[in-house]
């Protein structure tokens, strides 16, 4: 008896060894193994990101700054702090030790403390007056630096895509070099020329990533000839190009150089730069290319931008009845709208655009015109007038859906010829300025490399972007893919793609598709009845004026009298009109009742119905489990 006493002790207290042993064991030798469970693979290298590191030929120093004891009443922010050093552990394990990494902890009044300030880094203040600090700091064996001052929480889902971008610079500090030429001051900002004049503009945020990343010549209108160490050309809204400016982009595409061209039926942008210190908002303002798209292959309608009756995105109205209405020229573009096949639109989920314009191949071209922004089916073409004078609903009404999609921005590759095969557009003498010797031109080119978009509103920060300070440092939260598009298409034509996989992975957009449904169906028909409504109601104003001009006088010198026929006339009306906007009110009704039906049946499974599931499994697993117990005594 005391034998198998002993025995069973000396059995738990092995095991109690096993099972500390093999913690021990399996916390020193799988600290990086993670399980991640999220939809996007939120928590998992992207092979983006493999690549970079995998790419770094020279050190880079990593220095991790992180407040240990001031921040240890920041339950957030020291789990947050976790997770950024575990990231970089592994960063710095895939490099085989070309990043070096090193964590520093910044106590108040000590030399690692001067470090973090003169590096840049931002002191968050806290309750015991100590300033928790946590950030990063890189530098290159050339004397580059990159800096993150703070690790916000609104850029966490992001934060993969910062590191790898730091390391991705630090490990190639010759930017490549993007010429733009835009009649949009994008360096300016939203506030325009009036606001650089008066020094309050801040650049789009766009404008700003790409100017992180590239070196950026900003082309003057009509100055011929782009630079032979240009590696992309962006062109933004293009306005009074001179002939010789597009010869140029003539050759330079011709010659082998990439270029992304941006061009709008009706830039809201434009319009309201335009507007800037004239006291009036002027309309989108329309921007075309027509003679260089045509050598490309590609056509576009200056006059006309998409309808999308299934892409519309919701705006503020000032109709009492319906606040929110879809505004059909605001597309809210999700999966579906994208290319998955190309590397630029494979990985994106999500983009606002404004009254954007279509792009079709031309019969006969020789380019091959791959689509890679597209409309629903339920789209068509509205003019661009149309936009000045009518409201949402509208135009809503005017989209004659054609069943097919149509292309907002498409990949134009293969064989082309130039734009001017009658020769260079000659430029008028000047005495005074000798002008240099032309190259010879050339004629065509086996394969062009170019983008094209029919909207430039994609560079407004309202768009895609929230603009927040933190800490007095602005920082831009994308909700939107919108700069995805344009820094994976500028990075594609350059011939790298290694960050492309990282931008899009935080931006999922999980939409209430049958909510936006059920709001569409009502709203297709509150618009039916609104609009028989308003025919019931010319007709009975036409028969009211036509009895009341036939009426006879009342001998006074005033209007003429209601005759019997013209008062049952008037009660007819106000019964159909109090009738009518009860059925408009029914189908409110019925809207707000079909989505909160579908809404409490979502909290009902959510809440109820998985919980009452396992309970009635529990008991169906208790009674199979009484019955087998109740054979085997049986037997």
Do not use: C
């Amino acid at each position: 008896m005391r034998s198998r006493r002993s025995y069973a002790i000396a059995a738990v207290l092995l095991a109690a060894i096993i099972f500390v042993a093999l913690n021990i064991a399996v916390d020193a030798s799988f600290t990086t193994t993670r399980l991640d469970l999220t939809a996007s693979g939120q928590y998992t290298l992207a092979q983006g990101t493999k690549n970079v590191i995998a790419k770094v030929q020279e050190p880079i120093d990593l220095k991790f700054f992180f407040s240990k004891k001031a921040a240890a009443g920041y339950a957030q922010v020291s789990a947050y702090a976790g997770r950024v050093r575990d990231l970089l552990n592994e960063y710095a394990a895939l490099s085989h030790g070309k990043i070096r990494l090193q964590e520093i902890d910044p106590t108040p009044f000590s030399e690692a403390e001067d470090l973090a300030q003169s590096n840049g880094l931002t002191g968050l203040p806290s309750q015991s007056g100590d300033p928790v600090y946590f950030g990063l700091v890189g530098t290159n064996t050339i004397g580059g630096k990159e800096t993150v001052p703070f690790f916000a929480q609104d850029r966490e889902p992001f934060l993969e895509y910062d590191l790898s971008t730091m390391v991705y610079r630090l490990s190639n500090p010759k930017k490549p070099k993007l010429a733009i030429l835009s009649s949009i001051q994008l360096q300016a900002g939203p506030g325009g020329m009036m606001a650089m004049m008066q020094g309050k503009s801040r650049p789009f945020v766009l404008y700003q990533q790409l100017a992180q990343t590239y070196e950026i010549k900003m082309l003057q209108p009509n100055v011929p000839g782009i630079p032979n160490d240009v590696d992309v050309l962006l062109i933004v809204h293009p306005n009074q190009v001179s002939d010789a400016q597009l010869y140029a982009i003539d050759q330079f595409v011709l010659r082998g150089g990439r270029a992304m061209v941006m061009v709008d039926p009706a830039s809201e942008l434009a319009g309201a730069a335009a507007s800037q210190g004239f006291g009036r908002q002027q309309g989108p303002t329309p921007s075309d290319l027509p003679l260089l798209l045509k050598a490309w292959g590609v056509s576009y309608e200056p006059a006309k931008v998409i309808g999308d009756r299934d892409l519309a995105q919701p705006v503020q109205t000032n109709d009492p009845r319906s606040p929110i209405q879809p505004y059909p020229v605001w597309l809210h573009l999700a999966t579906a709208q994208f290319n998955h096949t190309d590397q630029v639109t494979a990985n994106l989920q999500s983009m606002t655009l404004a009254t954007v314009g279509a792009l079709t191949p031309l019969k006969g071209a020789s380019t091959t015109f791959t689509p890679l922004l597209s409309s629903s089916g339920n789209a068509s073409l509205l003019d661009t007038a149309q936009l000045q004078t009518s409201g949402p609903d509208q135009l809503m009404a005017e989209i004659v859906p054609t069943g097919r999609p149509v292309t907002i921005a498409a990949r134009i590759s293969g064989p082309a010829k130039t734009a001017f095969p009658k020769g260079a557009p000659k430029a008028a003498p000047d005495k005074k300025t000798p002008q240099p010797k032309q190259p010879a031109q050339i004629m065509s080119a086996k394969n062009i490399n170019l983008i094209v978009l029919a909207d430039t509103d994609i560079f407004d920060d309202k768009f895609w972007v929230r603009i927040q300070t933190v800490y007095g440092r602005q920082m831009g939260v994308p909700f939107t893919d919108n700069a995805a598009f344009v820094l994976n298409s500028i990075e594609n034509l350059t011939g790298s793609g290694d960050l492309i996989s990282l931008r899009t992975r935080a931006t999922s957009d999980r939409p209430f598709t049958r909510v936006r449904k059920l709001q569409e169906q009502a709203q297709a028909k509150f618009q039916q009845q609104a609009k028989a409504l308003q025919e019931k109601l010319a007709k009975t104003q036409e028969r009211l004026q036509t009895l009341q001009q036939g009426a006879a006088p009342t001998g006074k010198g005033g209007p003429a009298g209601l005759s019997a026929e013209q008062q049952r006339e008037i009660l007819h009306f106000r019964h159909e009109a109090v009738e009518t906007r009860g059925k408009l009110r029914e189908v409110q009704r019925n809207l707000r009742s079909s989505i909160d039906r579908l809404g409490n049946i979502l909290t009902f499974v959510n809440i109820a119905l998985v919980p009452l599931l396992v309970a009635l499994f529990a008991i169906a697993l208790a009674v199979v489990r009484r019955r087998r117990r109740a054979r085997a005594i049986a037997f």
